[in-house]
């Protein structure tokens, strides 16, 4: 499936280091979201865009900065990350937020935090 | 208390026996239930909504218990191909419609 497209699939980034994480949405939606899954947590949601304006950030620390220039696109900067950043990162985007929407999801970024 | 709770397993399951599993909800506010299914080092995937009355999807099926706050999944016949993490997901219409997701409940289908 290439519905939602994201890269790369694996990163791995000293704490010094400033990378950015890409996701694409082939589907016409006007939602998008980042959602972060650490090794036996809960997917924790990051940031919710809606018609490219975000309606949520989830109490996120600004070492992650989210960007969303038009309804298909979205990153995630990071910058002085630390090693409990490590996780996978799952974009996502459905129709539109804050209705009752089937989330589709990109096959996610594997973060490695050094 | 977690907001959405799931017993991580795993469920060791022979293969064409039937295996069910639940998800317990502390917002009584919650209105929207779902299944999510996740491979392992892939993405989650919807696999069924939860309705009131319940609802099947082929050798799925899906309950509520609203009294009780939980919903459940049961899996007649398991394939090998069944094996993956079940993720439970509610929606909290109260708090803006946010998607709260479970922990995951996984499920091994040997031969």
């Known amino acids: 499936e290439t519905g939602v497209t994201q890269t790369p699939r694996h990163l791995v980034m000293g704490m010094t280091n400033k990378k950015s994480l890409k996701c694409e949405q082939h589907?016409?939606?006007?939602?998008m979201y980042w959602y972060k899954q650490s090794a036996k947590k809960p997917l924790e949601l990051m940031f919710v865009?809606?018609?490219?304006?975000?309606?949520e950030n989830n109490s996120v620390p600004s070492r992650f900065s989210p960007e969303c220039p038009n309804s298909s696109h979205l990153f995630l900067h990071l910058h002085t990350l630390q090693p409990e950043d490590s996780a996978l990162y799952l974009c996502a985007s459905s129709h539109t937020a804050g209705t009752n929407e089937k989330l589709f999801f990109g096959s996610g970024t594997q973060l490695s935090v050094l | 208390r977690k907001e959405v709770e799931q017993d991580p397993g795993p469920f060791n399951v022979p293969e064409g026996a039937t295996v069910a599993f639940n998800c317990t909800y502390s917002?009584?506010?919650?209105?929207?239930f779902f299944w999510y299914r996740q491979d392992c080092r892939k993405e989650p995937k919807l696999l069924m909504s939860?309705?009131?009355s319940g609802n099947e999807d082929g050798r799925f099926t899906a309950q509520l218990n609203r009294a009780s706050q939980y919903i459940s999944l049961l899996i007649r016949d398991s394939k090998l191909s069944d094996s993956a993490t079940y993720l439970c997901v509610v929606n909290i219409k109260a708090a803006g419609n946010k998607l709260t997701f479970g922990g995951g409940t996984r499920v091994l289908v040997k031969p």
């Open positions: 917002n009584s506010a919650s209105q929207s």
């Open positions: 589907l016409g939606h006007n939602a």
């Open positions: 865009y809606n018609f490219k304006e975000q309606t």
């Open positions: 939860v309705y009131s």
